[in-house]
């Protein structure tokens, strides 16, 4: 059981700013509250291997995610590499689209599945259908909390310019 | 109380497609399944005033909307001139932007607000927040339905020009 989602956000900032802020991996550490450490793997100027450390629910998760960067089309194609106990599958881009002047579309989609049970059971704990509505939930509520992530962090960097 | 929504599709469809759906609003009729009948009330390059009635819940309503045209940056920002009966206010884009060569990512937003209830009652049958719930969740349910009617659209066109 394959999923697809899209969620976006009007972001008050120019697409520039946006696009540093996407690109600067190491800072999510900072952005994303509930990421506490990046560890870059690998970096060229098209692509970047990270290991991520992420509070999930109380609990500390690691996964390794490979993000191909297009700055010309503005889009960053991520693909988790090594995935987190439930996950399957996890993969999507962001996406930053000039909106007249100083305004940017951000997009976030995730294409993405539940772990294969082993024994009958998601990471030992969990069923199939229990471990794929824990996935769909923890997609919807973090695409929501990224989005704004990206968004305060761009609109603040665009306030700090503007006052500069 | 007053909501703002963002939803967005990936339409496997060039930008152009895309766009002739949204303009033609006298097609919304056929796409849009709920809505039976679109009267174009005033019309220039960059303006249409359109007077829709739209099957809601099994009972036809019908309400006035402005639509200013920006061709350039593909957008089209709606606002009704005259509402549903429990709607106070309603209006937002519809945004198109290039996504790579026969995609495009079709944006939806909506800032809205329920009626103000008279002698405590919206449309003379429910609370405010009743109201309210309402409005949201059908800003919820049409969003999805609305970029969906559109995506299906502008592939189907897709399909036929490329094998015309």
Known sequence: MSHHAEHT???????NLVWDVLVDVKGYSRIFPPTREVNLLEESA?????RLHV???GEEQSWVSRRDIDPRQHV???SQLETA??????GGDWRAF???????QLVLTHDFAAREPVDGKVAGRFSFEEADAMLRAAVERNS?????AVKTEAEDR???TEGA
């Open 158 to 160: 665009a306030q700090r």
């Open 98 to 104: 000039p909106l007249g002047a100083g305004r940017t």
């Open 85 to 90: 106990p439930i996950v399957g599958r996890m």
């Open 144 to 148: 929501v909390a990224d989005l704004n």
């Open 76 to 78: 960053i194609a991520y």
């Open 55 to 57: 509070d999930v629910g």
């Open 46 to 50: 098209t692509h970047q291997v990270v």
């Open 9 to 15: 956000v009007t972001v008050d900032a120019p697409l």
